[in-house]
């Protein structure tokens, strides 16, 4: 499965060009390229996509690349940009985000 099954592809690229220069800021990102508006089920089809290595959780190296799994144009998060998602939706203080964290971050 790809992002683009599940997200319009029009709607990745506007939020991906929004956050091109400017600081990334995940709860924003999620609502422009809709997943706020998707089920908690489609929202965890998402991580399964983002969950590079299917650990079950997006540890602190994917997250770099999150934008990435929205689309291979995507930029990588700086350092900065990475630990501030982080520390939002690591609710357990696990340093990694499982899939009910992931899901709640995006419905916040």
Not at 2 to 18: C, G, H
Not at 64 to 91: H, N, P
């Amino acid at each position: 499965m790809s992002m683009t099954d599940l997200l319009k592809a029009e709607e990745i690229k506007k939020a991906l060009d929004a956050f091109a220069a400017e600081t990334f800021d995940p709860k924003k990102f999620f609502e422009m390229v809709g997943m706020k508006a998707m089920t908690a089920e489609n929202v965890k089809k998402v991580f399964q996509v983002l969950d590079v290595d299917g650990s079950g959780f997006i540890e602190e190296e994917e997250l770099k690349f999150v934008l990435k799994g929205f689309s291979k144009e995507g930029r990588d998060l700086t350092d900065a940009e990475t630990k501030a998602f982080l520390q939002a939706a690591d609710k357990d203080g696990d340093g990694k985000i499982g899939i009910d964290e992931f899901e709640t971050m995006v419905h916040e």
